[in-house]
């Protein structure tokens, strides 16, 4: 008797934590393992488990900076390892801190991989031959360097500069801009230089206008006249983005904000109700046979004090006619991928940073995540064409 | 000569067993008045109650919808179990089991399935070994990232044991595990099977 009542009530504690517990995703379980492909089968050993700094692209080979910097010809499968060499320092054990490309030539800022110091900023086009930009005027002190953005025109170089007062550590930002690989100069001298923003996570240029999002701040303006302001937003911003020639923020609180961010959308939140956390996004058009826009918008698991938001994959919108208010996502309308490759793949990850490249009619899409690796996608370019779907590099 | 006296003499002992084994009335009488009480391995009350450990392999997934078999896209992983039969009579068991097999998929993700069943079984008992095919129901329940999924279980299969002493047993068990799983998008619904391989050591109670 005392059996039969304990297995009962064992049983019954078991249905329980089971029915408590049932998360019903948008995809089946079987039927996601079912359609599995392997999408480590090109895979990079020494990929895993990084956060990839950055990609970029001159001539046909890109280049990626994961640790120090990797190569991959456009018909390679894999990447290998850039064995670079600066100028007047020659050789050595340098890391890719951060890089971007504009047209075909990409800047690198290189530091020393055991002394973390700064090397500078250098461009190449073949990722053999370097040169060190703006040697002459030097306005920027090289340690304090932080990272490197474009609006697809100029280069621009984010710095930070630590200093501490009464044991508070207080970090400061500038911009500085360099047309053409030509000297830097401050994007404006008086409220880009030093100044009590958060960190310049990206820049875009709608005729002329600067829009940059720096923490719980957004910087507009044309160089010279540029203008910080505070929005009475909650949370920081994740990004600037242009999406048919309107500009939007992303934030970290799950929304999307217009151009100065009076008007937000509603929080996206995932299939468990969980808030997105919004990184860089790309705009993705492909030609065949009519244009697609795709805005992909990544979801980021920042740090949040001692812990990380989750880190959530990231969201597609349809780019035709998006505004704040009329952004709209379904969880099975997928463009770039299926709905089972996304979730094979980058769903749960916390994607920082989504970068597309051109290949004639061709796209590869990049997914930088945080402590996941690289993943790529490919636009064949066809009529009509297909994505070849998420994959790890 | 002394090959031909030593197989007589093997043969002897052989026999002489079942000889022996043949009581008169009277003695098992006396026995009786005695109050000896005879037990056989496997009696109404007994049980068994065995822990397992072993291997889970993905077989294939039915798509009712295509229709079809397709690829399992999975490796085979670490399985374990616990099971309790309780023997009706001489032949015939009532029990379940409760266990969970880990296993890596082909995008390098991490199945978990838990079944929990209730099953009958047939003794065929070929002391020292016995046979114990079974059938059961149940569910189980499936997880893969953030998803969990509660769905229904046929288990079929069998336990072999070899009987070390009065207490104790070693087995093999290879029991199928039949997991359809329905979702409200019918696209998505799938018939998992698996196969458990495990071996466990089995006390009789």
Redesign the interface.
């Known amino acids: 008797m005392k059996r039969t009542r304990l297995?009962l009530i064992?049983?019954a504690a078991?249905?329980a934590l089971?029915?408590g517990?049932?998360?019903?995703?948008?995809?089946?379980?079987?039927?996601?393992?079912?359609?599995?492909?392997?999408?480590?089968k090109w895979a990079t050993d020494e990929f895993k488990g990084t956060s990839p700094n950055f990609v970029a692209k001159a001539g046909s080979t890109y280049y990626a900076g994961v640790g120090g910097l990797w190569k991959r010809n456009i018909g390679d499968s894999s990447w290998t390892t850039v064995n670079v060499s600066l100028p007047s320092l020659g050789t050595g054990n340098y890391a890719a801190v951060s890089g971007i490309t504009i047209g075909s030539t990409m800047y690198v800022l290189f530091a020393d991989a055991d002394t973390k110091a700064k090397l500078g900023i250098y461009s190449s086009t073949n990722g053999s031959t370097w040169t060190e930009v703006d040697v002459a005027t030097a306005v920027i002190t090289k340690n304090e360097l932080s990272h490197l953005m474009t609006d697809g025109n100029d280069l621009f170089a984010v710095t930070a500069q630590v200093t501490e007062t009464d044991g508070e550590k207080i970090t400061k930002h500038s911009v500085y801009r360099s047309i053409g690989g030509a000297a830097f100069a401050a994007l404006d001298g008086t409220s880009l230089v030093n100044a009590d923003i958060g960190l310049p996570t990206s820049i875009v240029n709608d005729g002329g206008t600067y829009y940059l999002s720096a923490g719980e701040y957004i910087v507009t303006g044309t160089a010279g006249s540029m203008t910080v302001t505070n929005p009475a937003t909650t949370s920081a911003f994740g990004s600037a983005v242009i999406v048919n020639g309107l500009v939007f923020f992303t934030g970290r609180d799950g929304k999307i904000y217009n151009d100065d961010a009076s008007v937000a959308s509603g929080v996206f939140s995932d299939y468990?109700d969980r808030d997105y956390s919004f990184g860089i996004p790309v705009v993705v058009s492909t030609g065949n046979p009519t244009t697609q826009t795709t805005l992909l918008v990544p979801s980021r698991a920042y740090p949040q004090g001692s812990e990380r938001d989750q880190g959530l994959g990231y969201l597609e919108f349809d780019a035709t006619g998006f505004g704040t208010t009329s952004a709209a996502i379904a969880d099975t309308s997928r463009r770039v991928s299926t709905l089972n490759n996304y979730?094979?793949?980058l769903?749960?990850k916390s994607v920082k940073q989504f970068i597309v490249f051109t290949e004639g009619d061709a796209r590869r899409l990049y997914a930088l995540t945080d402590g996941d690796g690289l993943w790529m996608n490919f636009f064949d370019g066809g009529t009509p064409g297909s994505w070849t779907g998420w994959r790890r590099e | 000569m002394r090959s031909r006296i030593t197989i007589l003499l093997l043969a002897a002992a052989l026999v002489a067993p079942a000889f022996a084994q043949s009581e008169s009335p009277e003695a098992v009488e006396q026995r009786a008045a005695l109050g000896f009480v005879e037990y056989t391995e496997y009696e109404k009350g007994d049980g068994i109650f065995a822990i397992t450990l072993g291997t889970g392999i993905?077989l294939t997934?039915y798509?009712p919808s295509a229709p079809g078999f397709?690829?399992?896209?999975?490796f085979p992983g670490f399985a374990f179990g616990l099971s309790?039969m309780g023997f009706l009579d001489e032949r015939w068991a009532l029990g379940?089991d409760?266990g969970g097999s880990f296993i890596t998929?082909?995008?390098?993700?991490r199945?978990f399935v838990?079944p929990?069943s209730f099953r009958a079984a047939y003794l065929i008992n070929l002391s020292p070994f016995a046979i114990l095919p079974s059938a059961g129901v149940g569910?189980a329940?499936?997880?893969?990232?953030?998803?969990?999924?509660?769905d229904p279980l046929i288990k079929l299969g069998s336990s072999f044991y070899y009987r070390v002493n009065d207490d104790m047993s070693y087995g093999l068990n290879l029991f199928t595990n039949i997991?359809p799983?329905f979702?409200?998008?019918s696209?998505?619904?799938?018939?998992?099977f698996f196969q458990e391989v495990t071996l466990s050591l089995a006390y009789h109670l």
């Open positions: 297995s064992i049983a078991a249905l089971a029915l517990s049932c998360t019903e995703g948008p995809v089946g379980i079987f039927a996601s393992v079912a359609a599995e492909t392997d999408i480590n468990n979730f094979i793949t769903d749960g | 993905p997934f798509d397709t690829q399992a896209n999975a309790y379940g409760i998929t082909l995008a390098d993700r199945l838990a929990f569910m329940i499936s997880s893969l990232g953030d998803y969990r999924h509660v997991i799983q979702y409200t998008d696209s998505q619904n799938r018939v998992g």
